[in-house]
C-alpha cells in the first residue's frame, strides 16, 4: 500500500511542478509581453519627438554653414530679418594647370522671420517659429530659434575676409 502512495504521490508532484512551470511561464511571457510593448511605445514616442523637433536642428546647422562664409561687414540686422552677402564659389573649377582659380562672387541673402516661418531667400526654411532674433557682439553674432517647446541658442564667429591676389 505505501508504495501504490508513494506512486501517486510521485505523480502529484510531477503534476504539481508542471502546473508551477507552466503558471511560471506565463508571468514572464506577460512580463515579457509588457516589457516589448513599452519598448516599443518609447520607440514610437522617440521617433515622433525626432520628426517633430529635428527640423529646428537642420535649421541651426543651414544659418551656421551661411553664416560662415558671410562678408562681416554686409551683415544687416532689423526687426526680425537679417541680410548679409556670402561667397558663393570662393574656388573654382581649374582649367587642369594645377593652379586654382578664385571666384568673388557673392550672394545675397536674407533670413527672416514672417509670420510663424521662417524663410531663406523667400524659401520656407522652418514653420511653426515663435522667435528669431539675431545680435552682434565684436566679432561674434549670436542668434535664437524658438519653435514649438524647443529654442536653441547659438553663435558663430565672424572673420574679416581679406583675400589678396
Known sequence: MKSHNH?????SISLLEIL???????????VGMKTLTHIKKQ???????VLRESSIYE???FINKYLEIAKKDSIIITNNKMEWESYSNLFKEGDNNGAMDFSFAL????????????YFNNQLLLAGVKT????ISGDILEY????RHTCVDDFVILSDSEITL
Do not use: D, K, Y
Not at 20 to 30: Q, Y
Not at 132 to 135: D, E, G, V
Open 59 to 61: 535649421t541651426q546647422i
Open 144 to 147: 535664437r530659434i524658438c519653435a
Open 7 to 11: 506512486a501517486v504521490s510521485s505523480a
Open 107 to 118: 550672394n545675397h541673402c536674407i533670413l527672416e522671420l514672417n509670420g510663424n516661418n521662417i
Open 20 to 30: 508551477i512551470a507552466i503558471l511560471i511561464g506565463g508571468i514572464l511571457t506577460i
Open 43 to 49: 520607440s514610437v514616442s522617440l521617433n515622433n519627438f
Open 132 to 135: 528669431l532674433s539675431f545680435s
